[in-house]
Every structure is written in C-alpha cells, then in structure tokens.
C-alpha cells in the first residue's frame, strides 16, 4: 500500500496536511498527535514583520462551524526561522510556509528571506478575506492574482502553491490565472466570508463584523470548487475545506486533490489529523487501493 | 501535559436556577490541573462544534475528579446541564496558566461566574484569607468559602444579599487590604479593580475571558492587548492567561 504522494516535486508520506492558521506551527498540537505522522506542516501566515491582528472578538460560532477574524496575527519571519523552522526539523514531516503581505513588496521580503532555509514548499496566501490590504484583495481579481505569482515566483527557491479564496465568481478563472503566473500548484479553499449578528446585542458578534467561515459546513462548496479547478488545471491540488476525517479526505481526493489539509477539525479534536490519516490507510485496506493515484480524479 | 479524555459525570446539580455543578471523572486531567486552569468541554451534538471553555472550581486529585461550576447560557452549556450520573462527556485540558498562588494576606476576588474558579484557589492558598464576591442578585458558593476558613464579604448589585454595590466598591468601604489578590469576574469588575490594587500597592491577578475556539494557543481567537515596552502585544487567553498581572493588561 503506497500513501506517498508528489507535490510540486516534494513527496510526502501521505496526503495529510494541516490548513494554515489552524495548527500554529505544530507546537500545539505536537501534545496530541505524532507530527511525524503527518505529510506536511503548513504553518501559521509569515509576513515580513509582525503582525497585531484584528481586534477581539475574533471567534463566532455558526451552524456547523465558524467564523474567524483573526486576521494573520503572527510575530514576523524572522522568528519563524528561529524559532519554527528548528521546531519543525525535530519531526520526519515536510514543511509548507504560508506567506502572507500586505503588498507585492511584503510578500517578496518573506520569500527573499526564505531562501535557502529548511523549508519545503510554500503557499502564497493571497485569500484571506480579514485584511484589509493584501490578502483576498490579491485574490479576486485575475490580472492581480498573475502579477503577485509572478513576482513571488521571480523570488522563490522551493516550488510555489497559491491559495484561493472561494468568494469569487469563478474559481478556474483563478486558477489559471495563478498557474499562468508561475503557480507549480494550487490550495483550495480559504474560508467563505461570512457574519453572524447578536439579536440581543444588536451587534455583529465579531469585532470586524465580517469574517472567514470553516468548517464541516463548507465541505460541498469545497468539493465542488476542487472538482472544478482540478478539470481546468493541471498542477496538483492541496484540497480544504471542513475535512474532518478520512471520508471527507477521500472524497477531495476523487474530486481530484493531490493532497488534503485539515483545518477547523483540528480544533473540534486535537487528533483529527493523524485519525485522518488513520482512516485513510484503513480504507485503502478495505478496499484494495494499493496507490492513492488509483481513486484520485476519478470522478469524470 | 494536556489530555483529551471521555469523562464521566459522578454528581451533577444546581446551585440556583442558572448555575450547573458538574463534577467529572478525568484522571489525567485532574492529576494534571491547577487552581485558576480551565478546561475545554465539547457538546459533540453535530451543531455546535467548538468546545466550551469553563473554569476548574476544585480538584480533587485522590479520585481523580474535577468540578465544574458555570452558568447555563446557551446551547452547550444547556447540553451540559442536563446530563445523567455516568454519562459521558469530551473534554480537553488542563488549559492555560493558573494563577500563582503566593504566601501572606490573600484577597480573592470573584464576580458572577468568576467566583468558581476561587474556591481551589483558596484551598489552596496558605494563611489569612479574605474572599470578597459580587452577584447581581442572590449569592453562590459563600458557605463554601466560609467552610475554608476565609473571611468573605458579598455584595450584590440589587443589595438582596450583602453590600449593595459592586465588589470595589465594598473593598472600599471595608478598607479591605492584602499582600496578593487573586481576582475573576467580568471585565470591567476586573478593571477597576486593577485600579483599586494599584492605589493600595497590591499585586493582582486577573484571570480573563474572550471567545476561543481551540483553547490550547493555535488558533489566537481569543486575545487581550498586553503591554510591551512603549506598545502593546496581543496574548491569548487560552496559553499566555488566562490569568494576567493586573498591571501588564491595557485596561
């Protein structure tokens, strides 16, 4: 039985990754699972400085999953390679940096100070939909999305994974845009904006009354939003988007994903990860499925 | 070490209308937890996904049991009151820091659903101790305080037990003085109460709440604004706090 998947050139031992900005770093979570049991860490958005953040509250709860406004509240990336990337290297796991700016300018000073360290791959956060430069701005439109992939790519020493955001009209313009900018592969989705109102406040239950909603909610809108790019590109795709367990892994992955990230679910069970990659195993077990390639794609 | 374990409810009741008292069985929890830490408490309904921060009242490490005392306000809290003697329930922890619990004159302060999370506190607590706590009406818990052997004082913001007034207010009237406080409450009790710590010269520890989602530090929902240097940093309640020296905090 043959988990290992290729992403971008980088093989992993499965297709199991965490969702940026749901796992810190691996700290954390390092107290519930083996990180070494994990294809791939994709950390916490690195800016080139640090970040604050949005204001509290930052967290609401809605049917089936959240919002979030937390807004890439991180301590800048030259802590990350001091004090992240040595964590990371104690475990036998890849690392996925996820890069994130304000300007063109901010995400090539993360990437330029990138080159040459440990790291494996990196994702270029252009989705986020709780900044207010930078972040979904970059992401919505196609004419930006090439030219940000362009000059990223122009920086990059390790192959470039960009992230999309599903609050657009169509997600494959998207795709091909970031892939005719230089993208060597996609991640889908970041959250869908979203809100949430106390009645008996009479106010918006976050800060920044608009937010990013996860969780096993988006699952279908995710699904959907992979199948389709997956047809209209052809680099590999890291899937997200409420994945919870192995089913809804192997459901991207007949959708066509390379990979799958698990996101909110980590914060529902702090062992959704490694079950993750638990039940995949099982099924491929059950169901004589020797290499993932066998049922990736599958759906016409 | 922080563990997730399936614990199961020994004793439930309620100690007025809104307020639940749960006490769990979660050995590794429980051999693991501190006075002022807190535990995350899933509903595992389908609907409501994030796990409930609540405060840790006592520990009691011989049977390996926690309790939990906290107000029923919506969904998963209600869920939680109205479990069964042996029913099992999720739960994550211990979560933060706790409150460092010093020698000499204590002063424990606790508003509303802050007053939980004292009682172990002031088990725990060596030498002379005063307990002064608010309510908005009626009172929870003070012969608990009592039976410790503290000093308490109540007041209530409608006056039907105790002091009418806020808990500052009765500290000031009472001239009430200590080497340490040890405080929970709502914000802005917090606050001035910081205030009140600073004019006597008191150390004071403020035990804090915000939304969270993961409650272990990776998802940085719940934040406060701390000072540092000339400026200020955003902490996480659940990792850095939940208890804060009343001085670092941007009030």
């Known amino acids: 039985m043959n988990t290992k998947v290729n992403i971008c050139g980088v093989e992993l031992k499965n297709p199991v990754m965490t969702a940026s900005g749901t796992f810190g770093s691996g700290r954390e979570y390092s107290e519930f699972v083996d990180l070494n049991r994990l294809g791939a860490v994709v950390v916490k958005g690195v800016a080139d400085k640090p970040w604050n953040g949005n204001p509290a509250p930052r967290i609401a709860e809605v049917y089936g999953g959240m919002l979030n406004s937390v807004g890439l509240q991180n301590p800048g990336v030259d802590y990350f390679i001091e004090n992240d990337i040595p964590f990371l290297r104690q475990f036998d796991t890849k690392i996925i940096v ?124 995710a699904v959907r939003m992979v199948y389709q790019v997956c047809k209209a590109v052809d680099v590999p795709v890291i899937g997200m988007g409420g994945i919870s367990n192995a089913e809804d892994a192997i459901e991207f992955i007949m959708a066509g994903a390379t990979g799958v990230s698990i996101g909110t679910a980590n914060f529902i069970n702090p062992r959704a990860t490694v079950e993750t990659v638990e039940g995949i195993e099982e099924y491929m077990r059950k169901y004589g499925v020797k290499d993932l390639s066998e049922i990736r794609g599958i759906i016409e | 070490m922080k563990s997730v374990e399936m614990a199961k409810v020994l004793s439930i009741g309620f100690l007025n209308d809104s307020i639940c008292d749960l006490k769990i069985l979660c050995p590794k929890i429980a051999k693991e937890a501190k006075a002022g830490q807190f535990v995350e408490v899933y509903p595992d309904n389908g609907e409501n996904l994030l796990s409930r921060p609540i405060s840790i009242c006592e520990i009691d490490k011989e049977v390996g049991s926690i309790r939990l005392v906290f107000q029923v306000v919506g969904k998963g809290t209600k869920l939680f009151s109205r479990l069964k003697v042996n029913d099992e329930i999720r739960v994550l922890g211990p979560c933060g820091n706790g409150y460092n619990l010093k020698g000499g004159k204590s002063v424990l302060v606790g508003g509303g659903i802050g007053v939980p999370p004292l009682i172990e506190t002031c088990k725990q607590l060596e030498g002379e101790k005063i307990v002064v706590l608010g309510f908005r009406s009626g009172s929870f818990l003070v012969d608990e305080f009592e039976k410790l052997g503290a000093k308490v004082y109540v007041a209530t913001d409608d006056g039907s037990v105790g002091f009418k007034g806020n808990v500052v207010e009765l500290l000031k009237s009472e001239n009430i003085v200590g080497d340490n406080i040890y405080s929970c409450g709502p914000k802005v009790m917090l ?37 540092d240097g000339d400026g200020w940093v955003y902490k996480k309640v659940c990792k850095d706090g939940p208890v804060f020296d009343s001085k670092e905090v941007c009030w």
């Open chain 1, 98 to 221: 996820n890069v994130c700016g304000h300007s063109i300018e901010e995400y090539t000073n993360v990437v330029k100070k990138l080159q040459g360290q440990d790291v494996d791959l990196l994702e270029l956060n252009i989705s986020c939909p709780n900044v207010s430069e930078g972040g979904m701005s970059f992401g919505t439109d196609t004419k930006m999305v090439e030219k940000v992939v362009q000059e990223v790519k122009k920086c990059a020493d390790k192959p470039l994974i960009v992230k999309l955001s599903p609050n657009v009209t169509d997600i494959t313009e998207i795709a091909k845009a970031a892939v005719s900018g230089g993208a060597d592969g996609l991640s889908l989705i970041n959250t869908l904006t979203g809100m949430k109102i106390d009645i008996y406040k009479r106010q918006p239950v976050l800060q920044r009354k608009i937010g990013g909603m996860s969780g096993p909610a988006v699952k279908p809108v």
């Open chain 2, 191 to 227: 606050k001035f109460l910081s205030m009140y710590a600073q004019e006597k010269n008191i150390d004071c520890q403020v035990s804090m709440e915000e939304r969270m989602a993961c409650g272990i530090g990776a998802c940085v929902g719940c934040v406060v604004q701390i000072k």
